[in-house]
């Protein structure tokens, strides 16, 4: 029995690697088939072991097309013709769960150390694109893929699930064309006991020579209070990339439909002055404090998580009634700073040079396509989340070379629900990424029939 899959676009004139998901009614054996198009040549598709209904077999094709194609499943794949796909590569961190080259990207997944440092994160901590080979996080102490918020937040002791605890990951499908991994993790407690045992999932999708890659976070149900408003499952999610001192990857950020902002960021300014006040004033006498003292003696120069570490409760360099004190004067002071009529409500339909505004950092409203890239050369990265972010706060700070896209407003507030879909697009986009952000949120259509 062979079955024909019938694929159309509406949205975009071409489509060059995008991966293509059918299932048929049939209980199929063998990794891998080929696919045989209209005009004679071959594709491989993969079997998929996850999401298939009882009685139905799932594949993956990475396909290109140009409005419509039309595909043929046929024979098994014999283990001596399988073509080179998605290949490992030897990891560069200590914690490296997978390095992959999917001939898009060079990436590394990691499970974390629960340091609580930067280099000690889990989730993507090396990226770089085939088509530059631009390393986007050389360091290893950044990391493409945490989720912060509402638990890195003053109100619970910022506690910061990316640096404070380690994750399992689960293979669930690992093929020439597609890998697909699951991170399993157990947040650390904070101050606020609504959000106390907490644990969490992330998928994570890569595909063969695909441009994109696809994930997915889910966290037990919580509702809580951050600054001043509700927040019942949302989340923080973070990106961070770094070029290095004066060097920036991406130097703009726009948003599709124009972009609506605050500039500034009143709240880290208070941060960085509760943390001159608590090194030079608090009477704690502990190791973990001390460490710190030393650490922050020079403020200009130290590492910025050392800010928001020195007030966590997993830390312990404070106490949890200093902590609550100290970080309950920065929010009070924050929450009428940020809407001050001092920072109006900016709306543009031009991208923003984010290092060029105070604090170089803008507070974008919602949207569910935005990019950030660099204006020289071309480099986009593109996130499309498939139920908007009610609000973001995008920093590219020359002077270090770090660049963030986070989905919070001000004050640490979380503003993306969990459980949505994000693809993250990265290549020369800048000049076409409304097309591309088009693209990840309208894949192709599919139909399958007998032939």
């Known amino acids: 029995m062979s079955f024909t899959i019938s694929v159309s676009d509406s949205v975009c004139t071409s489509r060059v690697n995008e991966p293509i998901f059918f299932e048929v009614p049939a209980d199929l054996s063998g990794p891998l088939r080929w696919m045989a198009a209209a005009d004679g ?49 030897e990891g560069r961190e200590q914690d490296c769960f997978v390095r992959l080259d999917t001939g898009a990207f060079d990436l590394e997944l990691c499970s974390g150390k629960a340091k609580g440092v930067g280099s000690s994160k889990w989730g993507m901590r090396h990226f770089k694109g085939a088509a530059d080979g631009l390393e986007l996080l050389p360091s290893g102490n950044n990391a493409i893929g945490g989720f912060y918020g509402p638990f890195f937040t003053p109100e619970n002791g910022l506690i910061n699930p990316p640096e404070h605890c380690t994750v399992r990951i689960e293979i669930l499908e690992e093929g020439p064309l597609h890998h697909h991994y699951r991170m399993h993790g157990q947040i650390p407690d904070g101050l606020l006991p609504e959000l106390r045992g907490k644990s969490f999932t992330i998928d994570w999708k890569f595909f063969h020579a695909v441009p994109w890659f696809q994930r997915r976070y889910m966290i037990d149900d919580f509702q809580t209070i951050i600054n001043g408003r509700s927040v019942t499952n949302k ?87 200093e902590i609550r004190e100290r970080l309950g004067r920065v929010c009070a002071a924050a929450h009428i700073a940020a809407d001050g009529p001092e920072r109006p409500w900016i709306i543009s339909d031009e991208a923003i040079d984010v290092s060029t505004v105070p604090d170089e950092t803008i507070f974008p409203g919602a949207a569910s396509k935005t990019v950030e890239y660099d204006e020289a050369s071309g480099r986009a990265m593109i996130w499309w989340t498939s139920k908007p972010s009610g609000a973001f706060q995008i920093v590219q700070r020359r002077e270090s070379g770090w660049v963030n896209w986070g989905s919070n407003g001000e004050n640490e507030c979380p503003e993306l629900p969990a459980g949505v879909d994000i693809k993250t697009a990265y290549g020369r986009f800048a000049s076409k990424w409304r097309t591309i952000a088009d693209g990840l949120e309208t894949p192709p259509s599919v139909f399958v029939s007998k032939a």
């Open 235 to 321: 989340i923080t999610v973070g990106d961070e990339f770094e070029g290095g001192p004066g060097k920036l990857v991406f130097n703009r950020f726009a948003a599709d439909g124009g972009t609506r902002y605050r500039a500034g960021d009143p709240y880290a300014g208070f941060l960085v002055d509760m943390v001159g006040q608590t090194i030079a004033q608090s009477g704690e006498q502990n190791e973990k404090f001390a460490e710190f003292r030393t650490q922050l003696n020079d403020m200009k120069s130290a590492h910025w998580d050392l800010y928001w570490r020195l007030f966590c409760a997993w830390e312990k360099a404070l106490g949890e009634a």
């Open 41 to 89: 040549s071959r594709l491989l598709a993969q079997r998929l072991d996850s999401g298939g209904a009882s009685g139905t077999t799932r594949f993956v094709v990475v396909v290109s097309l140009a409005g419509r194609l039309k595909l043929t499943l046929g024979e098994e794949v014999l283990a001596g013709d399988v073509p080179v796909g998605i290949t490992r590569l």
